[in-house]
């Protein structure tokens, strides 16, 4: 049986500053925004070239704020990542090398943490 994971729920305080983060600065395609009650509002981003989305709004998690951590995308290039998410006004950590790959890490404007990982090359 295959199983794909295509949506993590965000949780945040301000929909529109996060959606704005994560569309404007981080660069994900902004799919969907459906206030479909008062009490839900769903909003979903994708990271290009992703099969998984992000949803955040209201009425979709009961997670605090600021309380999702270690989501991780997995790039090509972190130097070229790094410099576009730093273009784009993200605060990152600089390049940390490790034996499983090399990483770049930032948070949302809640706190919620990600970790940009380039795989080490295979043998």
Known sequence: MDMKL???AIP???????????ADQVGFNADQDHQVSDDL????????GSGCSI??????????PGSQKGLQLVVAD????QRELRGRGVETSEIND????RFVFFSDPD?????VQQLPPRP
């Open 98 to 101: 490790m034996p499983w790959g």
């Open 6 to 8: 295509e949506l993590v």
């Open 41 to 48: 509002r769903f909003v979903q981003l994708t990271p290009p």
């Open 111 to 115: 706190g919620n943490t990600w970790a």
């Open 78 to 81: 972190i130097e070229a990542a």
């Open 55 to 64: 949803a955040l709004g209201t009425g979709i998690t009961e997670m605090a």
């Open 12 to 22: 945040v305080t301000d929909v529109d500053r996060a959606k704005a983060f994560y």
